[in-house]
C-alpha cells in the first residue's frame, strides 16, 4: 500500500498535523512514526511555557524573521483557549491551563538585561495597551521570595500562560487512538529512498512503507535521514540539537510537618531569556509538583544526559533569584530533550523544493506554544486549499541573516556578558570590564574573519559551530 501521508516524529507538532490531516481527510491514508517512549522530544521536556513575550529580545521587531517569527506565537496565543477545549472535549480528559505570567527584572542581572526589559514593556504597551499590568515591586508576588542581592526591581505580568505537556501529549494520542485513518507506528524511520515520486521509508522494527508525501516532524534527528538525500542536504540548512533540561520538585513533606514553609507561586514566575537560554522559569502544577526550566545548550550530536553543571545551575540560581523554596524543595526528576535548532535558528517550515517533502521543524524553542497556528496552516498547504505559512521560513532556502554583521557582533557580546553573568563571573574594578569588553569582541570578531563573512549576521547561540566549522555553507553566507 501507499500511504498518502506520513509523519516522521510523534511531539507536538507531529502528533497535532497527524489529528488534523486525518480529521480533514477522511478518506485519506495517514501514518505517523515515532517511539512510544518520545526519548528526546522537546515536547515532554518542556513545561509548557504558552511564550510569545517573555523571551522576547531588545528590537527584535526590527529584524523581519524574529517578527515574523513572533507573529506566529502570537496568532497562536489567540488560538490556543479554543484549542484546549477541543483537547479537552474530544479526548474526555482535563488538561491544566493557567494564564498570566509574572516576569521578574532582578537586581542581579546586567544593564542590557535592564534595556530588554524596558523594551518590553514599551513593546507591550504599544502592541496590545490591555494586555500589560505593571506591578509595584513592593506589591507581594505569590512564590517571589529572592535573596537580597537578587531582589526584585521590577515586575510586570504578561498575557503569556503556562500548560501541561505531558497531559497535552496524553489527549493528543487518544484522539489519534480513535482515528481509522490514522495508523501509528511506535518505531524510528531509518532510511529514506526516493524513485519516480513515490517515498520508500525504512523502520528500525516494521521493515518498509512507502508513501506520496513525507513530513519530518522529528526534530533535529530528521538531520541523520537529509544526509542521505544530498538535494535536500545542500539546499536546506542544518539542524541542531538543542539540549533542554528542566526538573520537577516538590514541597518537602518531612520538612513541611516541622516548620513553616513559604507559598508557592499561583502563576509562572520568569525572567527573560538569559544569554540565550530561554531565562529562570518556575511553574505551579495543580499537582504536588513544580516544574523549574530551563538549560540550552546547542550540540551537533545528542547526548543521553543532561549535564550536571545545568542541573546545579538550576536549583542555585532560582533559590537565589525566585524563592530558598526551590532549594529546600525534594527533587522528584529530570525532563531532558532537544529542541530542534537549524543552522540560522529559524523555522523549515512547508514543502522542500522536492515535491512531496515536507519539513515542519527546526522550531527551537517556540513549537509548542505555536502549534496551533503552525499546523492549521501547515494542513492547507498539504491539501493545497492556500498557502498559509510564512515564504520567509521556507524549508530549501539560503541562511537568514541575524540583523546585520555589526549588530549582530554586538548582540552576540551582550549574549555572552549576560551568560557568564548569569554564571557567576564578577568582573574587578580599575575599568577592566572595558578589557573585557575588547576581548570578546575579538573572539567573536575571528569567527567572521576565519569564516570569510562579510556582510550576514550569526546568531549569538551558533558562533561555536562555526567556529569548529560545523556550520559551513559557503554559499548561503556574504
Given at each position: 500500500?501507499?500511504?498518502?501521508?506520513?509523519?516522521?516524529?510523534?511531539?507536538?507538532?507531529?502528533?497535532?498535523?497527524?489529528?488534523?490531516?486525518?480529521?480533514?481527510?477522511?478518506?485519506?491514508?495517514?501514518?505517523?512514526i515515532?517511539?512510544?517512549?518520545?526519548?528526546?522530544?522537546?515536547?515532554?521536556?518542556?513545561?509548557?511555557?504558552?511564550?510569545?513575550?517573555?523571551?522576547?529580545?531588545?528590537?527584535?521587531?526590527?529584524?523581519?524573521?524574529?517578527?515574523?517569527?513572533?507573529?506566529?506565537?502570537?496568532?497562536?496565543?489567540?488560538?490556543?483557549?479554543?484549542?484546549?477545549?477541543?483537547?479537552e472535549?474530544?479526548?474526555?480528559?482535563?488538561?491544566?491551563?493557567?494564564?498570566?505570567?509574572?516576569?521578574?527584572?532582578?537586581?542581579?542581572?546586567?544593564?542590557?538585561?535592564?534595556?530588554?526589559?524596558?523594551?518590553?514593556?514599551?513593546?507591550?504597551?504599544?502592541?496590545?495597551s490591555?494586555?500589560?499590568?505593571?506591578?509595584?515591586?513592593?506589591?507581594?508576588?505569590?512564590?517571589?521570595?529572592?535573596?537580597?542581592?537578587?531582589?526584585?526591581?521590577?515586575?510586570?505580568?504578561?498575557?503569556?500562560?503556562?500548560?501541561?505537556?505531558?497531559?497535552?501529549?496524553?489527549?493528543?494520542?487518544?484522539?489519534?487512538?480513535?482515528?481509522?485513518?490514522?495508523?501509528?507506528?511506535?518505531?524510528?524511520?531509518?532510511?529514506?529512498?526516493?524513485?519516480?515520486?513515490?517515498?520508500?521509508?525504512?523502520?528500525?522494527?516494521n521493515?518498509?512503507?512507502?508513501?506520496?508525501?513525507?513530513?519530518?516532524?522529528?526534530?533535529?534527528?530528521?538531520?541523520?535521514?537529509?544526509?542521505?538525500?544530498?538535494e535536500?542536504?545542500?539546499?536546506?540548512?542544518?539542524?541542531?540539537?538543542?539540549?533542554?533540561?528542566?526538573?520537577?520538585?516538590?514541597?518537602?513533606?518531612?520538612?513541611?510537618?516541622?516548620?513553616?514553609?513559604?507559598?508557592l507561586?499561583?502563576?509562572?514566575?520568569?525572567?527573560?531569556?538569559?544569554?540565550?537560554?530561554?531565562?529562570?522559569?518556575?511553574?505551579?502544577?495543580?499537582?504536588?509538583?513544580?516544574?523549574?526550566?530551563?538549560?540550552?545548550?546547542?550540540?551537533?550530536?545528542?547526548?543521553?544526559?543532561?549535564?550536571?553543571?545545568?542541573?546545579g545551575?538550576?536549583?542555585?540560581?532560582?533559590?537565589?533569584?525566585?524563592?530558598?523554596?526551590?532549594?529546600?524543595?525534594?527533587?522528584?526528576?529530570?525532563?531532558?530533550?532537544?529542541?530542534?535548532?537549524?543552522?540560522?535558528?529559524?523555522?523549515?517550515?512547508?514543502?522542500?523544493?522536492?515535491?512531496?517533502?515536507?519539513?515542519?521543524?527546526?522550531?527551537?524553542?517556540?513549537?509548542f506554544?505555536?502549534?496551533?497556528?503552525?499546523?492549521?496552516?501547515?494542513?492547507?498547504?498539504?491539501?493545497?486549499?492556500?498557502?498559509?505559512?510564512?515564504?520567509?521560513?521556507?524549508?530549501?532556502?539560503?541562511?537568514?541573516?541575524?540583523?546585520?554583521?555589526?549588530?549582530?557582533?554586538?548582540?552576540?557580546?551582550?549574549?555572552?556578558?549576560?551568560?557568564q553573568?548569569?554564571?557567576?563571573?564578577?568582573?574587578?574594578?580599575?575599568?577592566?570590564?572595558?578589557?573585557?569588553?575588547?576581548?570578546?569582541?575579538?573572539?567573536i570578531?575571528?569567527?567572521?574573519?576565519?569564516?570569510?563573512?562579510?556582510?550576514?549576521?550569526?546568531?549569538p547561540?551558533?558562533?561555536?559551530l562555526?567556529?569548529?566549522?560545523?556550520?559551513?555553507?559557503?554559499?548561503?553566507?556574504?
Open positions: 500500500m501507499i500511504y498518502d501521508f506520513v509523519i516522521v516524529g510523534n511531539g507536538i507538532l507531529g502528533t497535532s498535523l497527524a489529528w488534523k490531516l486525518a480529521e480533514k481527510l477522511p478518506e485519506a491514508s495517514v501514518v505517523i515515532g517511539p512510544k517512549d518520545r526519548f528526546g522530544s522537546a515536547s515532554v521536556a518542556s513545561g509548557a511555557m504558552l511564550n510569545v513575550f517573555g523571551e522576547l529580545e531588545n528590537n527584535f521587531n526590527k529584524n523581519p524573521a524574529l517578527l515574523e517569527k513572533f507573529k506566529l506565537g502570537y496568532e497562536s496565543l489567540k488560538m490556543w483557549k479554543k484549542f484546549h477545549e477541543e483537547l472535549e474530544k479526548s474526555n480528559s482535563k488538561i491544566e491551563i493557567r494564564w498570566g505570567t509574572n516576569i521578574i527584572n532582578s537586581a542581579s542581572m546586567t544593564k542590557f538585561e535592564d534595556q530588554t526589559f524596558s523594551f518590553l514593556k514599551n513593546f507591550i504597551s504599544s502592541y496590545n490591555n494586555k500589560l499590568n505593571k506591578i509595584n515591586p513592593n506589591k507581594k508576588i505569590k512564590g517571589l521570595y529572592p535573596q537580597y542581592w537578587s531582589r526584585c526591581l521590577e515586575t510586570i505580568n504578561i498575557e503569556d500562560g503556562m500548560i501541561r505537556s505531558d497531559q497535552v501529549l496524553s489527549s493528543l494520542d487518544k484522539i489519534n487512538f480513535n482515528l481509522k485513518n490514522l495508523i501509528r507506528f511506535d518505531d524510528v524511520l531509518k532510511k529514506l529512498k526516493i524513485k519516480k515520486g513515490i517515498k520508500t521509508l525504512f523502520l528500525k522494527k521493515n518498509k512503507i512507502e508513501c506520496k508525501n513525507i513530513i519530518f516532524a522529528n526534530g533535529a534527528y530528521a538531520q541523520e535521514i537529509i544526509d542521505y538525500i544530498p535536500i542536504k545542500k539546499n536546506v540548512p542544518r539542524l541542531f540539537f538543542n539540549a533542554g533540561c528542566a526538573l520537577e520538585i516538590s514541597r518537602n513533606a518531612e520538612r513541611n510537618k516541622a516548620t513553616k514553609t513559604k507559598d507561586p499561583n502563576l509562572p514566575i520568569r525572567t527573560l531569556d538569559r544569554g540565550n537560554a530561554c531565562g529562570l522559569h518556575w511553574l505551579p502544577f495543580k499537582t504536588t509538583n513544580t516544574y523549574l526550566g530551563a538549560s540550552s545548550n546547542i550540540l551537533s550530536r545528542p547526548e543521553k544526559n543532561p549535564r550536571s553543571n545545568s542541573v545551575y538550576l536549583i542555585q540560581e532560582a533559590s537565589n533569584m525566585i524563592s530558598s523554596e526551590v532549594g529546600k524543595s525534594s527533587f522528584v526528576g529530570i525532563r531532558y530533550g532537544y529542541r530542534p535548532t537549524s543552522a540560522d535558528t529559524f523555522p523549515l517550515l512547508g514543502e522542500t523544493h522536492l515535491k512531496g517533502i515536507w519539513m515542519v521543524n527546526g522550531t527551537k524553542r517556540d513549537g506554544t505555536s502549534s496551533p497556528k503552525i499546523i492549521d496552516s501547515l494542513v492547507k498547504d498539504l491539501i493545497n486549499e492556500s498557502k498559509k505559512l510564512p515564504r520567509i521560513f521556507q524549508p530549501s532556502r539560503k541562511l537568514i541573516s541575524y540583523y546585520k554583521k555589526n549588530i549582530a557582533i554586538e548582540k552576540a557580546f551582550i549574549s555572552i556578558f549576560n551568560k553573568n548569569s554564571h557567576g563571573m564578577k568582573l574587578t574594578d580599575h575599568n577592566y570590564y572595558d578589557e573585557y569588553k575588547i576581548e570578546i569582541y575579538k573572539k570578531e575571528n569567527i567572521y574573519s576565519k569564516n570569510k563573512i562579510k556582510n550576514f549576521g550569526i546568531h547561540e551558533l558562533l561555536d562555526y567556529d569548529t566549522n560545523q556550520i559551513n555553507n559557503k554559499r548561503s553566507l556574504s
